[in-house]
């Protein structure tokens, strides 16, 4: 793990919850106009949707909670990168032992849920009789 020491990098915590709302008022923003412009082509409100969430994220990174989520990503990237990946083979022979596990388990269930019914049905009609 490449774990580092807190940063803090500034701001404070007052704006940084001013930029969220900000952010958040944006997408509103951008949601409510694809709704309120419907007379206008529906790829130009996609669009302006797609802006819309863009900016939202933008202002939204340059708060504390964006640097760490920033932080965290790179991080995720670093890890990812010491992966040992399985090669093609190891993928195809676990995946055939995935599906033959499930066939069999299914058999079995299968036979279990024959013999309860026959026993349950044999039972009742004992009963009844």
């Known amino acids: 793990?490449?774990?580092?020491?807190?940063?803090?990098?500034?701001?404070?915590?007052?704006?940084?919850?001013?930029?969220?709302v900000l952010a958040l008022l944006v997408l509103v923003a951008g949601i409510a106009a694809y709704y309120l412009l419907g007379h206008v082509a529906h790829s130009l409100r996609i669009l302006g949707v797609f802006a819309a969430v863009i900016v939202a994220v933008a202002i939204a990174a340059f708060t504390e909670l964006g640097r760490a989520?920033?932080?965290f990503l790179r991080e995720s990237q670093f890890e990812m990168r010491k992966v040992t990946w399985p090669t093609r083979d190891e993928t195809v022979r676990t995946t055939l032992v995935v599906a033959f596990v499930v066939v069999v388990v299914a058999i079995l269930l299968g036979i279990i849920d024959y013999v309860l019914k026959?026993?349950?049905l044999d039972w009742l009609l004992k009963l009844g009789k």
């Open 1 to 20: 793990m490449n774990a580092k020491v807190d940063q803090h990098t500034g701001g404070t915590k007052a704006a940084d919850i001013a930029k969220l």
């Open 69 to 71: 989520m920033r932080g």
């Open 118 to 120: 026959s026993i349950i």
